[in-house]
Nanobody, 127 residues
């Protein structure tokens, strides 16, 4: 079982930056594909970014491509989401998710593909 704890959310002005982190428990972090999702009020939870267990493959939602970067440090059991040029529409609770991946380059873009979820961290972007 994996426990995930997100950090780094906060209030930022439009155009600003934040770096989210997600720390995972356990000794097999490198076996897990990781993803970031977000949930804004009145909207469905949506995919943001994903990274393979090796870190060699990534995928992004079109809405964040070029502004967000997902990365991971397997030695520190942590995945990151660097967000720049933030927009008010990025305001949401951001969740990280994990699931075992049978392939080194596996990428999961759908929430049903993830078994483990963090509690979320609020990101608010003011205009």
């Amino acid at each position: 079982q994996v426990q995930l704890v997100e950090a780094g959310g906060g209030l930022v002005q439009a155009g600003g930056s934040l770096r989210l982190s997600c720390a995972a428990s356990g000794r097999t972090f490198s076996s897990y594909a990781m993803g970031w999702f977000r949930h804004a009020p009145g909207k469905e939870r949506e995919f943001v970014a994903a990274i393979s267990r090796s870190g060699g493959a990534t995928s992004y939602a079109d809405s964040v491509k070029g502004r967000f970067t997902i990365s991971r440090d397997n030695a520190k059991n942590t995945v990151f989401l660097q967000m720049i040029n933030l927009k008010p529409e990025d305001t949401a609770v951001y969740f990280c998710a994990a699931d075992r991946s049978s392939t080194v380059a596996g990428i999961y873009r759908y929430d049903y593909q993830y078994l483990y979820w963090g509690q979320g961290t609020q990101v608010t972007v003011s205009s």
